[in-house]
């Protein structure tokens, strides 16, 4: 208490000091814009960074999951080729190659498939050779053609690595069959599988598809991120399958985060390379194992976040330079009592914008004054139009998702008429053109935004029309709308909507013949439409979560993201008042009915 009661002195004998006001204010502004600006730019500073590395996140995720994936599709379309094992051609070589005519005999269709399954698939450049261990003796190679071993079948380190993974496919390295590939096994996959009889399921060898590692190698090297950064694969954290470098002497992984890559599918870290602080992140191959890594140096991550604390800072040093200068002048015009000032300044900040500011005098209080006279009238011209634009805006925002709603449909229809035409349904292509015709032609209504109740019900009933001729083994529906009601006018694109969602998410779940039933009816201050299907409904939660979404005000930060029934209850409310809007009610398994209450407005022909 006695440290911060000495501090109260100090600040009241500053104000009360020799000073000018001039002198007072600008050290006080400057006391009091430091920490703010200080403020300001570690939020800045934090905000950007942490957005910078989320970004560089999502960036590395995304590359190594398309990387992922391009490797997974590599050695799926690599594995066709052990479907040559259940062919009869080679069941005959293993099994029934009894004498040498025979086994040459055999040996040859085999080597014909070998060529039929290049001709077949487009895919088989990168795949550099396929062998065939046949436990009965000689064995057969795409390169080499029938040859025999200088070791037993069973002294093979693959074999005993294919067996150790019963009938499921297996990925070895090259390196452990060095007798299957003429050439240097350093270059080259085997994805292998053990080859049964297919009535009896007897072991009668083994099949060895030979994947050219540059293959592999080219995905890697196509890939390009932003920040920049590079990519590993790795087998078992030891052996590196791209860049083909050791791991722990060259580095390339941190020791400590190995255990974490080894047991977590996916993540990411930050960790010294090198001596750089580098970021990480890394992801599995599901179909063996290894672990794709992805590497960028931090500086990388950093430097839009490093960008923007510089322009900030340069940013608010002007503004406080220009602030001051201000501020010197101003304050040097603060000569004499601004009471009457202050007063009206008080009248204004209560809300008193129609106050008439009056003042005799001619110096610089007098213009001050004069200034602030003209500026509560501009404030108060300005507060009229934002509110009128304000309420413009919402209308245009809502006016433009009209545009918005149902884009995919017209596509959906070409393509009925598409199939129709083949199909030779003349009938069907008048009947679907004609109301396709006639519903764009009520969405447009000439600019309108309003429309009689007559052309709504026009437009739903040509979107059923032709919803009918896609869906007619799950379609059915009725309107039964009066005709008293046709005089009212509606915003335009608002039953369609509620249609499509209860034919989409209603009746076509049914996996039967559902009905949709339009309706409408009369109230002393309103007009009610309901669409109602029977299709699976919906439970209270549901329920409850739509009507919450439905009061959501959009703005124009999320005027994109806002659609369906939302965007109909906002219109409706915006353009008839509270009350008015789209009403549920819905129960699960039976079905769910939509209503939209509108105020009467008769139509002006």
């Known amino acids: 208490m006695k440290g911060g009661a000495s501090k109260i002195p100090v600040i009241s004998k500053f104000i009360g000091s020799k000073y000018s006001i001039r002198a007072k204010l600008i050290i006080m502004y400057l006391l009091v814009a430091t920490l703010p600006i200080i403020i300001i730019s570690i939020i800045s500073y934090t905000l950007s960074f942490r957005a910078m590395r989320r970004s560089a996140v999502d960036t590395f995720f995304t590359v190594a999951d398309q990387l992922n994936n391009n490797i ?80 037993g079948i069973d002294e093979l380190e693959i074999v005993q690595e294919i067996r150790k993974y019963g009938d499921r496919i297996s990925i070895i390295p090259a390196e452990k069959h060095p007798y299957m590939i003429p050439e240097s096994t350093q270059g080259y996959l085997s994805i292998c599988q053990v080859i049964r009889k297919n009535i009896t399921h007897e072991e009668l060898g083994y ?69 750089v602080d580098s970021f990480f992140v890394f992801n599995t191959l599901g179909l063996t194992g290894w672990k794709i890594i992805g590497r960028s140096d931090s500086r990388n991550l950093l430097a839009g976040a490093i960008t923007i604390r510089n322009t900030t800072f340069l940013l608010l040093l002007v503004t406080m330079t220009i602030s001051v200068l201000m501020y010197v002048y101003i304050s040097s015009r603060l000569t004499h009592p601004i009471r009457n000032l202050k007063q009206s300044m008080t009248l204004v900040e209560q809300g008193d914008l129609d106050l008439q500011i009056t003042t005799v005098s001619k110096d610089e209080i007098g213009d001050l004054t004069h200034s602030f006279h003209s500026m509560v009238g501009k404030i108060k011209e300005l507060l009229d139009i934002t509110r009128e634009e304000q309420m413009l805006s919402k209308k245009m925002e809502f006016r433009a998702l009209q ?120 109230e002393p201050d309103a007009i009610v439409l309901e669409v109602s299907d029977d299709g699976m409904g919906m439970d209270a939660e549901q329920i409850q979560s739509i009507e919450h979404m439905l009061n959501i005000p959009i703005t124009s930060n999320t005027l994109s993201a806002s659609y369906g029934l939302r965007n109909i209850h906002q219109r409706l409310k915006l353009e008839y008042g509270e009350g008015m809007g789209v009403h549920i009610k819905s129960e699960r398994s039976v079905g769910t009915v939509v209503s939209i209450r509108i105020a009467k407005e008769p139509y002006d022909v």
Do not use: C
């Open 403 to 522: 545009a918005q709603i149902n884009p995919h449909f017209l596509y959906n229809s070409l393509e009925s008429i598409l199939w129709m035409a083949e199909a030779g349904k003349k009938e069907d292509i008048l009947t679907i053109t004609k109301s396709l015709s006639n519903f764009y032609r009520i969405s447009l209504s000439k600019g309108d935004y309003k429309i009689p109740i007559r052309n709504e019900i026009a437009h739903v009933e040509n979107y059923l029309i032709i919803q009918k001729l896609r869906y007619r083994d799950i379609l059915s529906y009725k309107i039964e709308v009066p005709q008293t009601l046709y005089q009212y006018t509606i915003i335009k694109l608002v039953l369609q909507p509620i249609v499509e969602n209860a034919l989409y998410h209603g009746i076509k779940n049914r996996r039967d013949m559902g009905t949709l039933l339009i309706k409408g009816y009369e």
């Open 72 to 151: 997974e599709l590599l050695l799926l379309d690599s594995k066709n080729f052990l479907k040559i094992a259940e062919s009869e051609q080679v069941q005959n070589y293993l099994y029934r190659s009894t004498d040498e005519e025979t086994k040459y005999k055999n040996a040859m269709e085999v080597v014909t498939l070998f060529k039929s399954y290049r001709n077949l698939f487009d895919f088989t450049n990168y795949i550099a050779n396929v062998v065939i261990l046949n436990r009965n003796g000689s064995h057969i190679s795409e390169h080499r053609g029938v040859y025999d071993l200088p070791v």
């Open 207 to 275: 099949i060895i598809v030979n994947v050219r590692i540059d293959t592999l190698h080219n995905l890697v090297d196509t890939i390009s991120i932003s920040p920049p950064g590079d990519f590993f694969i790795v087998e078992g954290l030891d052996n590196f399958i791209y860049p083909r470098t050791f791991a722990y002497e060259e580095g390339l992984l941190p020791s400590n985060r190995i255990e974490q890559i080894r047991t977590e599918q996916s993540g990411y870290f930050t960790e010294s390379y090198k001596g």
